[in-house]
């Protein structure tokens, strides 16, 4: 998801760091072996169409299964299906998009200082017409943030966190993530966790941003929530129907702005992504399920457009 509301929703479709993780126990030790029942997750598709979409990619001793998530989620939605679960209980090996454990929101908090904030002398405020920070002052009060608390903080943390409070505001609840949820499924199966990125890398996407483009997304954002109530809830829907295409048009138009935002959160990304599994297709043996933000397995350069050119057959389930 881009740094702004089109942009700040899209954020949960695309970028894993805002996932709050619940205390559990460190991953187990790696284990490669298949399961018995390899063949529980296309029997299961026979009889369950529907639900947010999975795919698959696989060879003679591998497979991996691609699961698009979202990182928050109203509570108590049910967005599980018999075809998902038996591709969750096949695999051994999962893999997240970064850490978002205990220790990583450690990493986070110490990182933000060097980061997230603006040098000596210059305030969020600077970053806007007087118009424009009329409207962020509103924006703030809605949510009962201080905003005067934000002037030493960038543009892009400033966006981030207003977008998670949006979210929360609508009902939306962290611990209900999909990521929250599978980490400590994952944990309490004995499943080995892996991740794509590191903390540092992912938040590095949003700070490497210059100051004036996520300034600029960063109000765009609010123009969009504040003239289009029930956005989010909009997105869920699609996620939870599998609808694909919708959930790309949805990232189309939230990725509207600087021509650099969607190759610096999506694409790019996705290459890396596809760079291990190409590498686990020719090297590694068992079953391995992979889950990112939907945002990376809808439209043109997705995770799968790029596995394609890889040579890989991706079929949906």
């Given at each position: 998801?881009s740094?702004?509301?089109?942009?700040?929703?899209?954020?949960?479709?695309?970028?894993?760091?805002?996932?709050?993780?619940?205390?559990?126990?460190?991953a187990k030790?790696?284990?490669?072996?298949?399961?018995?029942?390899?063949?529980?997750a296309?029997?299961a598709?026979?009889?369950?169409?529907?639900?947010?979409?999975l795919?698959?990619?696989?060879?003679d001793?591998?497979?991996?299964?691609?699961?698009?998530?979202?990182?928050?989620?109203?509570?108590?939605?049910?967005w599980?299906?018999?075809?998902?679960?038996?591709?969750?209980?096949?695999s051994?090996i999962?893999y997240?998009?970064?850490d978002?454990?205990?220790?990583?929101?450690?990493?986070?908090a110490?990182?933000?200082p060097?980061?997230?904030?603006n040098?000596?002398?210059?305030?969020?405020?600077?970053?806007?017409?007087?118009?424009?920070?009329?409207?962020?002052e509103?924006?703030?009060a809605k949510?009962?943030?201080?905003?005067?608390?934000?002037?030493?903080?960038?543009?892009?943390?400033?966006?981030?966190?207003?977008?998670?409070?949006?979210?929360?505001?609508?009902g939306?609840?962290?611990e209900?993530?999909?990521?929250?949820?599978?980490?400590?499924?994952?944990?309490?199966?004995?499943?080995?966790?892996r991740?794509?990125?590191?903390?540092?890398?992912?938040?590095?996407?949003?700070?490497?941003?210059?100051?004036?483009?996520a300034?600029?997304?960063?109000?765009?954002?609010?123009?969009?929530?504040?003239?289009n109530?029930g956005?989010?809830?909009k997105?869920?829907?699609?996620?939870?129907?599998?609808?694909?295409?919708a959930?790309?048009?949805?990232?189309i138009?939230g990725?509207?702005g600087?021509?650099?935002?969607?190759?610096i959160?999506?694409?790019?990304?996705?290459?890396?992504?596809?760079?291990?599994?190409?590498?686990l297709m020719?090297e590694e043996?068992?079953?391995f399920f992979?889950?990112?933000?939907?945002?990376?397995?809808?439209?043109?350069?997705?995770?799968?457009?790029?596995?394609?050119?890889?040579?890989?057959?991706?079929?949906?389930q």
């Amino acid at each position: 998801m881009s740094v702004l509301i089109k942009g700040f929703f899209v954020i949960l479709l695309s970028i894993g760091l805002i996932a709050c993780d619940r205390p559990q126990d460190t991953a187990k030790t790696d284990s490669t072996d298949k399961s018995a029942s390899a063949d529980k997750a296309q029997q299961a598709s026979e009889t369950s169409a529907t639900g947010p979409a999975l795919w698959k990619l696989s060879d003679d001793d591998t497979t991996i299964y691609l699961f698009g998530t979202v990182h928050i989620l109203h509570k108590d939605i049910d967005w599980k299906n018999e075809v998902l679960e038996a591709a969750w209980t096949d695999s051994p090996i999962v893999y997240f998009e970064t850490d978002t454990s205990e220790e990583g929101q450690q990493q986070i908090a110490a990182m933000i200082p060097q980061i997230g904030l603006n040098t000596p002398g210059v305030t969020l405020q600077s970053f806007f017409t007087d118009e424009q920070w009329a409207l962020i002052e509103q924006s703030a009060a809605k949510l009962n943030l201080p905003i005067q608390s934000f002037q030493n903080m960038r543009p892009w943390l400033v966006g981030v966190l207003l977008s998670v409070q949006m979210i929360m505001a609508d009902g939306g609840d962290p611990e209900s993530g999909v990521e929250t949820i599978l980490r400590a499924e994952a944990l309490a199966a004995g499943k080995s966790i892996r991740y794509f990125e590191s903390v540092e890398q992912q938040l590095g996407f949003f700070a490497d941003m210059s100051d004036e483009d996520a300034a600029e997304l960063l109000y765009e954002g609010l123009v969009f929530y504040n003239e289009n109530p029930g956005y989010f809830q909009k997105l869920v829907d699609e996620w939870l129907a599998g609808n694909v295409a919708a959930i790309a048009d949805i990232m189309i138009e939230g990725l509207a702005g600087p021509d650099n935002v969607a190759e610096i959160l999506l694409y790019s990304r996705n290459r890396n992504w596809v760079e291990e599994m190409t590498r686990l297709m020719n090297e590694e043996e068992g079953v391995f399920f992979v889950a990112v933000g939907a945002g990376h397995l809808a439209g043109e350069k997705s995770v799968q457009d790029y596995l394609q050119q890889a040579g890989f057959t991706v079929e949906r389930q």
